[in-house]
């Protein structure tokens, strides 16, 4: 029998950088690392936003810059990611949550922007950040990287086409990247949050949300973005070196009920 091996559940010290870390569960994210001793890289396209995030952890003694980032730019990407780097000296983990919401009728006029912009942002960013990452995770001695997609993924509601194609290619890609870069021992996972109480879901009144959440998850409410972080955060960990390519929904239970 092999002896016992003690695997660390630390983060501290380990560099991430989120997107869409201005608020929501990008916000929350940022500090769950850095309440565990990680360095944060705030990015996000509200610069004032990231900004405001970055003094929030900064505040309570934990370690995090920010910096503006669209990610529907390439150049940005690769700028932003080589600063990270050289600022926080390496690069650790990368948690590709910038997204946005995306509602279009499948023969409404503008669908093809709608379309456009939805992938842009919610999947041709994700291979754009992980290709600029790339060198420095090959450096890292925990090189982690976590998308955020959707219960869209899994499942759709109705006028929410091109939202639920690109939250679908996110799962695809991160399988395939799972199974591309394992040899190099980089970890590659998706996150698929369900009703999650974000900015995106504050216009939906409380009476409609109660109604859902009672109908359609298994707890019976609206999740917080601190708890689709912890999953992010488990993921991260050291001691998760032998997950890879999962698929994984923080919804309450809402995939596994039927009635």
């Not at 936003?49 to 669209?70: F, M, P, Q, R, S």
């Not at 998308?147 to 869209?152: D, K, M, Q, R, V």
């Not at 499942?155 to 395939?176: C, F, N, Q």
């Not at 999962?246 to 309450?252: E, H, L, T």
Request: charge should be neutral; aromatic fraction near 4%.
């Amino acid at each position: 029998m092999s002896d016992f091996k003690q695997l660390s559940r630390s983060v501290r010290g380990l560099t991430v950088l989120v997107t869409g870390a201005a608020s929501g569960m990008g916000r929350a994210t940022a500090h769950v690392f850095a309440a565990e001793g990680a360095n944060v890289a705030v990015t996000d396209f509200a610069a004032d936003g990231a900004k405001t995030v970055a003094a929030e952890i900064t505040a309570k003694g934990e370690t995090a810059k920010a910096w503006t980032l669209d990610v529907a730019n390439r150049e940005e990407i690769n700028a932003v990611v080589g600063d990270v780097a050289a600022h926080f000296g390496g690069l650790d983990i990368i948690v590709n949550n910038a997204g946005m919401s995306v509602h279009a009728k499948i023969d409404d006029e503008d669908y093809d922007a709608a379309w456009a912009k939805a992938l842009a942002v919610m999947l041709t960013a994700h291979p754009r950040v992980i290709r600029a990452a790339l060198p420095y995770l090959r450096k890292s001695k925990s090189p982690r990287i976590v998308n955020i997609a959707s219960t869209e993924a899994l499942g759709a509601t109705a006028e929410l086409s091109p939202y639920s194609a690109a939250k679908a290619g996110v799962t695809g890609l991160t399988r395939s990247l799972a199974v591309e870069l394992g040899r190099e021992g980089i970890t590659v996972n998706c996150i698929c949050p369900g009703p999650i109480t974000t900015a995106i879901t504050a216009r939906i009144p409380d009476e409609h949300k109660e109604i859902y959440a009672k109908r359609r998850t298994a707890l019976r409410r609206y999740g917080d973005p601190e708890e689709v972080a912890h999953m992010t955060l488990s993921l991260c960990l050291p001691a998760a070196s032998f997950l890879t390519g999962a698929v994984i929904p923080v919804d309450g239970g809402l995939m596994a009920r039927n009635a």
